[in-house]
């Protein structure tokens, strides 16, 4: 009986091994579950998952490109410099026009989610500013993302692919998805909108290969495409699972604490003070200070300290490269509103070669030398800014050590004063009301038994002063009159340097005793001579008057230019000049003024070969008041007219001829005498008197005179 027992056991113990045989066998092969290692889809797609979790990129998930083309002037918002920030981004789109359609589109569809506030102009164009959820779904750039960077393996196939050295190697190919894209990025307005391939891959990847090697307790990604995958290690210290274990849950409390004790630190307070600066050295067309050091001339004043000063030229004309030197006038001007800078008026008729009509000079005043930081900021301490609320923060993990965060932040003035300064600028009132930018990464530290959550960098974004120039405009600083003969010139005080040669006396001096009529006209008498002379066709242009402006570009621009070109052929030395109102303008009949001319400004010269002082050549200009100066008006030519363009006046040409043709013997005789004796003045002076005609038909009748046989 025994021996029967003995011989079922060991059947059964036979049978049991053959059983847990065939079940190794498999599931090595892979038939059944239940081994981690087991060649099955399953253990493939884990460890593919966890290769992809590994490598992959938080700081460059998929992103749907904007067009936001920085402006020509640099502008966004009113007052502000352009920038990818809630407060600095403005991006105008109009859908009408056939390029901008594109874009239009995907302006509209992302405003619609909430990433920009839309706001229609009554021309019809949009304007898009950027909301905080744009700012916080995009990576600092001109970019929303619509998906983030983890992704799963969907196994599509395996197979092994070698053994060697007691390992076998599979060849997996799958597909990485990613696991999170927004339901607006899965529609087909969106795949319209964004016709990218790039993006088209992202919503449907294409199957990549993998190699896996089999160990004891699973499968390890080694590489990629045929390409070997990096070992990823961390070499040293608390493992990044661990550390994450240890940090716990993220809360917007807990980031909020870290942010406010970063902001708290030395590092933290030199981000956190909001300054304001002085002008840069390209926001001036000059900057200048007495030396500090008489054994080091070359270590002048730092901004702030007294004896720098900022000159600022009213040129008739600015190169694109100077005009940033006009935003350093504007913030210079504020200061000197706020009692923070005094300025002075100085007479400059060019600067570096160009016409200039004065100059303007500032200067830093005590108060705002008293405030001014002595460190390495060199700026006027405004306000601190604080953490107003956590807009945007990633959880840590073991493949996201150091998780991103966006704050808003505002600003709290130190004290009244600092309220006056903060108040008079558009970029902090956009900052107050938009709020700056704060964002960075996070880390957790043991130190301690608890550890802390810390910033391990920060930035701070705030808009910048960056105010709009087309209508600024310096002052006009006329010139002191000139000495007359036998009369010494006063010896002036002592003073500040002003430039190199930039503030001396230009071209011949006119006779200004006949310019009563109208007072101030001289200087726009002495900016045209000085135009002329240098043949500068936009430094004359720049004499008009705004309003009159359109009479010198499209249809008009030809025959305005052919009128100066025909002014420029004359050199001109000594001139006087005459000026006084007008009834009617002139030539209604044939001429439309934007802007009605009130005066008549006239410049009697001497040209090239003329005997001194005859002034003999002569040029009329119509002119208005604009703010405080004296500006060129001219007309735009009414269909059907015959405008003038021979440089004299605007008269037709057959009505000259009559008048000329009607005059008696004696009166041309008489005209064309004064004529030959260089005394051209005196001939139209003298016909006029006869005729009663005005002084633009004296010209054109009496050089009709001299062409007559």
């Known amino acids: 009986m025994s021996k029967k027992l003995l011989v079922v056991a060991a059947v059964l113990v036979l049978l049991a091994a053959a059983g847990a045989g065939g079940w190794w066998l498999a599931a090595d092969r892979g038939w059944i579950a239940g081994k981690p290692n087991s060649p099955r889809a399953e253990n493939f797609k884990r460890a593919i998952d966890a290769h992809l979790a590994r490598t992959a990129n938080a700081n460059s998930p998929p992103c749907a490109p904007v067009s936001a083309e920085r402006a020509r002037d640099g502008m966004g918002p009113p007052g502000v410099r352009y920038d990818w920030s809630p407060a600095s981004f403005l991006h105008v789109v109009d859908p009408r026009q056939p390029g901008s359609q594109a874009q239009a589109q995907r302006y509209a569809l992302l405003a619609r989610h909430g990433y920009f506030a839309a706001t229609a102009a009554a021309d019809g164009s949009i304007a898009y500013t950027l909301s905080w959820k744009g700012m916080a779904a995009s990576p600092g750039q001109n970019c929303i993302r619509f998906a983030g960077s983890e992704r799963a393996a969907q196994v599509l196939s395996h197979a092994k692919k070698r053994s060697g050295n007691g390992v076998d190697v599979y060849e997996v190919v799958a597909r990485p998805v990613h696991t999170h894209i927004e339901p607006w990025a899965q529609t087909p307005e969106f795949r319209t909108v964004f016709n990218d391939a790039g993006l088209a891959r992202v919503l449907e990847p294409q199957p990549v290969a993998f190699e896996l090697a089999r160990g004891a307790g699973g499968f390890e990604v080694i590489a990629e495409q045929g390409r070997a995958v990096p070992d990823l290690n961390a070499s040293g210290g608390l493992r990044p699972a661990v550390l994450a274990r240890l940090a716990g849950g993220l809360t917007a409390e807990r980031v909020r604490a870290a942010l406010e004790a970063w902001a708290a630190s030395p590092h933290g307070v030199s981000q956190t003070r909001l300054c304001l600066r002085l002008p840069e050295m390209h926001q001036a067309d000059e900057v200048g200070a007495p030396p500090l050091d008489p054994l080091n001339p070359a270590r002048g004043a730092a901004p702030g300290e007294e004896g720098l000063v900022y000159t600022y030229y009213n040129l008739l004309t600015r190169a694109p490269q100077q005009q940033e030197a006009l935003r350093g006038y504007v913030l210079m001007k504020t200061l000197e509103e706020l009692g923070l800078a005094s300025s002075s008026s100085l007479p400059a008729a060019e600067f570096r070669g160009q016409p200039a009509a004065g100059a303007v000079r500032f200067a830093p005043g005590q108060a705002f030398r008293e405030q001014y930081a002595k460190t390495r900021e060199r700026c006027l301490p405004i306000a601190n800014l604080y953490v107003e609320e956590v807009v945007h923060f990633e959880a840590i993990g073991e493949f996201r050590p150091a998780p991103s965060f966006l704050a808003r932040m505002k600003a709290k003035p130190y004290d009244e004063a600092t309220a006056r300064v ?77 430039g190199p040669a930039a503030l001396r006396a230009a071209g011949p001096a006119p006779s200004l005793e006949a310019t009563a009529g109208a007072p101030g006209s001289e200087l726009l008498g002495r900016l045209v001579v000085s135009a002329n002379n240098a043949r500068a066709m936009e430094a004359r242009r720049a004499l008009l008057h705004p309003g009159a402006m359109q009479c010198a570009v499209g249809e008009g621009a030809n025959r305005y230019q052919v009128e100066l070109q025909k002014q420029f052929r004359q050199r001109i030395g000594d001139y006087r000049l005459a000026a006084g109102p007008i009834g009617e303008p002139p030539w209604r009949d044939r001429y439309d003024y934007p802007v009605t001319p009130t005066h008549r400004l006239q410049i009697l010269f001497d040209r090239a070969g003329d005997p001194p002082r005859t002034y003999a050549g002569s040029i009329e200009v119509l002119m208005a008041r604009h703010g405080e100066r004296w500006l060129e008006v001219i007309g735009c030519p009414k269909r059907g007219g015959v405008p003038r363009t021979d440089g004299g006046g605007y008269s037709s040409a057959q009505r000259v001829q009559a008048l000329a043709a009607g005059l008696p013997p004696s009166l041309r005789a008489e005209i064309v005498d004064l004529m030959r004796q260089g005394r051209r003045s005196d001939a139209i002076r003298r016909f006029q008197a006869a005729t009663g005609e005005d002084v633009l038909t004296g010209h054109d009748v009496v050089d009709q005179l001299m062409r007559s046989p």
């Open 422 to 498: 903060y108040a008079a600028f558009p970029h902090f009132a956009r900052l107050q009301e938009t709020g700056a930018v704060l964002r960075g990464t996070l880390q957790f530290r043991m130190e301690g038994e608890q550890g802390t959550l810390q910033v391990a960098n920060g930035n701070v974004l705030v808009p910048v002063f960056h105010p709009d120039i087309t209508e600024v405009r310096l002052p006009a600083v006329e010139a002191p009159p000139p000495v007359p003969a036998g009369r010494a010139a006063k010896p002036a005080a002592a003073g500040p340097p002003s």
